[in-house]
T-cell receptor, first 114, second 111 residues
Framework: DAGITQSPRYKITETGRQVTLMCHQT?????MFWYRQDLGHGLRLIYY???????DKGEVPDGYVVSRSKTENFPLTLESATRSQTSVYFC?????????????FGEGSRLTVL | SQQGEEDPQALSIQEGENATMNCSYK?????LQWYRQNSGRGLVHLILIRSNEREKHSGRLRVTLDTSKKSSSLLITASRAADTASYFCATVNFGNEKLTFGTGTRLTIIP
């Protein structure tokens, strides 16, 4: 199916464990983004990527690692999960043409760190 | 830090009434966008207004932009129960590739 998919949708892990959230899009969009959503903070940008092998930090990158070896995939890794990383994570993408336009979002990955 | 701040944080109205949400931002923008998020779902793009535009319509949605006041409003006319959701404004600054989101307005339509 065309679109942007995230996996897993729900994840419970323990402090100190490594967790990887996957994001896959089928539009060949050049830009991909990871946001986290927390009550009272709205959506905050963690990392983004303008193309394969090009990534850059957002507003809250500490504790997260990303890679983009293929245009369609943009995994987000929490190398050593902390309770403060309990959140809902959204992946988004957009094309790279013209004015910065609309983002297309995945359904989110709800992560709980115990 | 948040660029956009929505007001009010929460709004409840009767079905059929109009709903107005406001967004204020801090720095000059290239464009401003509005998104809707249904409970437990991802965000969905509603409308984009460029910095040189003052008003835009899409179906029952009307968006205004006042760059002198650094503010925007989203009007939903003839509200329906299905409009119950959170609404976010997002801004794009000149020379920036990123969208910065506000904290959202939670809209509840009472049948």
């Amino acid at each position: 199916d065309a679109g942007i998919t995230q996996s897993p949708r729900y994840k419970i892990t323990e402090t100190g464990r490594q967790v990887t959230l996957m994001c896959h899009q089928t539009w060949s969009h050049s830009y991909m983004f990871w946001y986290r959503q927390d009550l009272g903070h709205g959506l905050r940008l963690i990392y983004y990527s303008a193309a394969a092998d090009i990534t850059d930090k957002g507003e809250v990158p500490d504790g997260y690692v990303v890679s983009r070896s293929k245009t369609e995939n943009f995994p987000l890794t929490l190398e050593s999960a902390t309770r403060s990383q309990t959140s809902v994570y959204f992946c988004a993408s957009r094309d790279g043409m013209g004015i910065t336009g609309e983002l297309f979002f995945g359904e989110g990955s709800r992560l709980t760190v115990l | 830090s948040q660029q956009g701040e929505e007001d009010p944080q929460a709004l409840s109205i009767q079905e059929g009434e109009n709903a107005t949400m406001n967004c204020s931002y801090k720095t000059s923008i290239n464009n401003l966008q509005w998104y809707r998020q249904n409970s437990g779902r991802g965000l969905v793009h509603l409308i984009l207004i460029r910095s040189n535009e003052r008003e835009k319509h899409s179906g029952r949605l009307r968006v205004t932009l006042d760059t002198s006041k650094k503010s925007s409003s989203l009007l939903i006319t003839a509200s329906r129960a299905a409009d119950t959701a959170s609404y976010f404004c997002a801004t794009v600054n000149f020379g920036n590739e990123k969208l910065t989101f506000g904290t959202g307005t939670r809209l509840t339509i009472i049948p």
